[in-house]
Nanobody, 117 residues
Framework: QVQLVESGGGLVQPGGSLRLSCAAS????????MAWYRQAPGKQRDLVAT???????NYADSVKGRFTVSRDNAKNAVYLQMNSLKPEDTAVYYC???????????WGQGTQVTVSS
């Protein structure tokens, strides 16, 4: 069983930055694929960024060059550094884990990010 707890959301002006954190419980964190998703009001939940157990990363086109995903296996944590934020980045951001060997999936409770002047 894995529990994920996000933090770091809030209100920020356009052009600003935020850093989201996700703390994971359970053993074997370093083997997990970790990701960030987001869901805006009335829209589907979309993938933002992933980071594999080998630190390989992928990003949605809409955030490339602005967002950076990272992980600290010693702290069982994954981060999302968000720069040059735009109003369209406003959403609830969710931490996600896929755990080997069966690919079990886990979600955090979400943290709200609002980009507005």
């Amino acid at each position: 069983q894995v529990q994920l707890v996000e933090s770091g959301g809030g209100l920020v002006q356009p052009g600003g930055s935020l850093r989201l954190s996700c703390a994971a419980s359970g053993s074997g964190f370093r083997s997990n694929v970790m990701a960030w998703y987001r869901q805006a009001p009335g829209k589907q939940r979309d993938l933002v960024a992933t980071i594999s157990s080998t630190f390989s990363t992928n990003y949605a086109d809409s955030v490339k060059g602005r967002f950076t995903v990272s992980r600290d296996n010693a702290k069982n944590a994954v981060y999302l550094q968000m720069n040059s934020l735009k109003p369209e980045d406003t959403a609830v951001y969710y931490c996600y884990a896929r755990v080997p060997p069966f690919g079990s999936e886990y979600w955090g409770q979400g943290t709200q990010v609002t980009v507005s002047s």
